[in-house]
């Protein structure tokens, strides 16, 4: 597609549940980004991927935080069970191939609410 | 409705004025920078971007400063219009971790008629 598509738009689970939350990348991109924004500030880079490998992770929390890209689906991020903490909004973009200064093109996000 | 959450510095500009949108980065390394609009509900939007061998760039209505010497990076809208309005942000990102980019605290532009 043209546009980085996440879904869903909101989610909303109680503490202790897991969430999961999709990102399919623009359509002969290669990388793939995830950030946390928390309270519409804030933006916390999570990891990185080129196609299904991790390229850069040192964003990622060590527990309960996992994410991946497959081949012929869309990117996921996956939060064992959450806390009220990881309540933000997680937007994913996309940039065609990494390379320094190419831009990154950013989905709508997913708003994860724990309560 | 949403819960309290942290107030965002606000620059309240007339329509049809320039806006002056500034951003103190703190990383030394860092060589590439981006702006960012982000309106309501929606992810970041690419606006405007530097390389740090420069200290201007001009796109349509909007022009990136640099200056490396004091780490401030600033966005200047001309004609500042209703459809401005929305929170700005600066990243920056170093050639040694580029695509991880490090956001600035974001600046909410409200344009009045």
């Known amino acids: 597609g043209e546009e980085v598509a996440q879904t869903p738009k909101h989610l909303v689970r109680g503490e202790g549940q897991k969430a999961k939350l999709y990102c399919a990348p623009i359509k002969g991109h290669s990388y793939v980004f995830w950030y946390q924004q928390v309270l519409k500030n804030e933006f916390k880079f999570l990891i990185s991927?080129?196609?299904?490998?991790?390229?850069?992770e040192t964003g990622m929390p060590k527990e309960r935080f996992s994410a991946k890209c497959l081949p012929n689906s869309p990117c996921s991020l996956e939060i064992q069970a959450t806390k009220l903490e990881d309540s933000a909004v997680y937007f994913c973009?996309?940039?065609?191939?990494?390379?320094?200064?190419?831009?990154?093109?950013f989905g709508a996000g997913t708003r994860l609410s724990v309560l | 409705g949403e819960s309290v959450g942290l107030h965002l510095p606000t620059l309240s500009v007339q329509e049809g004025d320039n806006s002056i949108i500034n951003c103190a980065y703190s990383n030394s390394a860092s060589d590439y920078f981006i702006w960012y609009k982000q309106e309501s509900g929606k992810g970041p939007q690419f606006i405007i971007d530097?390389?740090?061998?420069?200290d201007k760039r001009q796109g349509q209505r909007v022009t990136v400063l640099l200056n490396k010497t004091v780490k401030h990076l600033s966005l200047q809208i001309a004609a500042t219009q209703p459809g401005d309005s929305a929170v700005y942000f600066c990243a920056e990102s170093t050639t040694d971790s580029w695509g991880k980019f490090q956001f600035g605290a974001g600046t909410q532009v409200v344009v009045t008629p």
């Open positions: 530097i390389r740090s061998n420069m």
């Open positions: 991927f080129q196609n299904e490998n991790v390229f850069d």
């Open positions: 973009a996309s940039s065609p191939r990494g390379e320094y200064m190419d831009i990154q093109y």
